[in-house]
């Protein structure tokens, strides 16, 4: 069936997310980007509490949706809120039940904590292929060395708490991407340390940290997925099932802050006493109305490439492709979406008193991070063309 | 339940008209836009699947099938995947049979409905757009007066099989409303002009029109005393024209796909370049995000509720699409995108028309 409407249980856990943006999230959003680095326990320990009582803990359709609305209240402050993160999307694509036990029910219990993921390095990071960091086995062992930066919630996840971290390395280096495989390391390894913070754009609630990896040994069966070298593909596949599940919810922070600068808009205008007529002609239409109609609609368009990916990921079908489609739609509407919004409101959208030119700064690393959108344009193309990265590089 | 997957039934219809695009429409469609004709076998085959008087209740001797906006949308882009003029001509009886099984008296159906339920295609259409460059659905330029009977004064452009149709329904400004009134051929003070010549759809015969005084019947407004639903109408319009847009830049999608896996140039396909691939990329991602938006409206339209925003969002979004898709299409292609040869010229020219296409054609 093709069909639109939520079940009244999802709608009030959106309705409940969006509640939380609003209340929580929004009065305290400039306070977090002007004061980077500063931890908001207060959101941390209520936002840890929700959690204990099941809130965001399922992904899917839904999951995405409350991630919208989270992200519509504050991005950096969603980044900011403890869980398993992307480490625990990585844990959960591609991990053992054993593992997801071992890893991932720390997130239901005790202070709160976060998960993270280590992929990029100074030296690479759309060509995940380069990665230099090493994993050699030593008996029961894994032996890792390297150096990871732009970790999301890598500070936290490891100082702030007894979280995880899944890194990627490689156990064999001429084996390219079929010796790549991903590692959990829990907070408090020895030989791993943080050891920057980034001082960014936007998002500045979040941390972005570096990682160092100094011979960090961490026990054998810590590996996600299989440690043999197979196929040339195989070890590469693990990374990609994360994607499966990242991509589209991180569209769908994209997109929570596309509508935070939309909703925003329609209110400012509504002020002045201007509504969108939406079904005039486009030539008796104002520009506003025109820019309003074009930027509502690409909004709902990646929004509904999202929800389609969410959709076929809960359903078992293979949704590289549409998560793609949805990652690269959704960070260049939140782009353009925000930086039109911006334009819009003139003085007032460039100035800090309102929110207009910070959500133009946080929409920016959607189009940048869990793969640009150049590079998800790049699988969607492959997988269109049915292209080998040879084929089209 | 959140879904993307068409129903069985759906399904079933789409690989009906799909293959009927694939074998009978694709085919002529080339000879059709050059000529400007289109063979009856062709349309009288697609009358035969049952696409548009499926509708039409028992009672009057059609299927009664259930009305859906959302399978007219599914079955309206494989259509126009086949051939728009060709898409256009074959639903145009829909633009007078839907608004008067939704919204007709028991007497309008009674007197209209019947004829339209035999084997052959019997035209019968709409007129909606008038010729202006600021033509506006929410003030018509064309007025209905009630003296007696109903009064009709305008000009009206773009109407689908016009010379050929048993009847037409007009929309027009009575007062401060929109509604709709149904000519009947040969009506006094009806006329309808020449053939128009436009840069695309040219298989579709279209005409202006022009209303003198031309006197009806009180009985021939639509849906009596009670008048139509024009928002609902316009809305079905909106989202069958999407859906055709979807249709139409899919196809462009398709040709220039292939071509670009096919031509080499530097010792490689083209479409082993970026700066082929990444436009082929955004061309599908442009078409799933414009055919989502359009299901979307639909669904909320079979839903019985006011669909005005999503529809509104819907088309515009589909119009700028399909112009952007086509143009693609013929850009990856080249020289030969530009020469009559290949199809992609031809979809770009029909693209061009859908901000124009306004209440031509409803699903």
Sequence with gaps: ?393 | MIGFSPSEEQKMIVNTVKQFATDVMRKKFRDCDESGEIPAEIIDGAWELGLVASCIPEQFGGAGWEHSALTGSLLAEELAWGDLAMAMHILAPSLAILPIVEMGTEEQKKKYLPALCGNKFTAVTAAFIEPRYDFDPNEFGTTAGRKGGYVLNGEKCFVPLAAGADFILVYAREGKDRQCFIVERGAKGLEIGEREQNMGVKALATYELNLKDCKIAAGNRLGGDKGCDFNRLANLSRVALASMAVGVARASFEFSRDYAKERHAFGEPIASRQAIAFMLADMAIEVDAARLLTWEAAWKLDRKEDATREACLAKSYADNMVMLVTDYGVQVMGGHGYVRDNPVELWFRNARGFTTFTGMAIV
């Design chain 1, 1 to 393: 069936m093709i069909d639109f409407e939520l079940s009244a249980e999802d709608k009030a856990k959106v309705a409940e997310a969006h509640d939380i943006a609003q209340n929580l999230f929004r009065p305290i959003s400039r306070y977090y980007d002007e004061h980077e680095h500063e931890d908001p326990w207060d959101l941390i320990d209520t936002m840890w509490e929700m959690r204990g009582k099941g809130f965001l803990t399922g992904l899917g359709i839904t999951g995405a949706l409350m991630v919208e609305e989270l992200c519509w209240g504050d991005a950096g402050l969603y980044l900011a809120s403890p869980g398993p993160g992307l480490g625990g999307a990585a844990v959960f694509a591609a991990g053992t039940q054993e593992q997801w036990g071992r890893f991932l029910a720390r997130y239901g219990q005790g202070k709160p904590k976060w998960g993270a993921m280590a992929m990029t390095e100074p030296g690479c990071g759309s060509d995940t292929s380069a990665i230099q960091a090493t994993a050699v086995r030593d008996g029961d062992y894994w032996v890792l060395n390297g150096e990871k930066i732009f970790v999301t919630m890598g500070h936290r996840a490891l100082d702030l708490s007894e979280g995880i971290i899944v890194v990627w390395a490689t156990v064999d280096k001429s084996a390219g991407r079929a010796g790549m495989k991903s590692f959990v390391v829990e907070a408090g390894t020895p030989g791993m340390k943080v050891e920057k913070l980034e001082k960014k754009l936007g998002i500045k609630a979040s941390d972005t940290a570096t990682v160092i990896f100094e011979n960090c040994r961490i026990p054998f069966n810590n590996i996600l997925g299989k440690a043999e070298i197979k196929t040339k593909t195989e070890g590469f596949k693990g990374a990609m099932a994360t994607f499966d599940v990242t991509r589209p919810l991180v569209a769908a922070q994209a997109l929570g802050v596309t509508r935070a600068a939309l909703d925003m808009l329609r209110d400012e205008l509504t002020k002045r006493g201007i509504k969108v007529r939406y079904d005039v002609p486009r030539s008796k239409q104002t520009a506003i109305e025109r820019d309003f109609m074009e930027m509502e609609s690409n909004w709902r368009a990646a929004h509904l490439l999202v929800i389609r990916a969410m959709w076929q990921l809960q359903g078992g079908t293979p949704n590289a492709l549409e998560a793609s489609m949805a990652k690269a739609k959704a960070g260049r509407a939140a782009t353009l979406i925000t930086q039109r919004a911006v334009e819009l409101m003139g003085p007032l959208g460039y100035s800090r008193k309102l929110l207009f030119e910070k959500f133009m700064r946080d929409a920016k690393i959607n189009d940048i991070f869990e793969g640009t959108g150049q590079i998800n344009t790049l699988v969607v193309a492959r997988r269109l063309l049915d292209f080998t990265r040879d084929q089209l590089k």
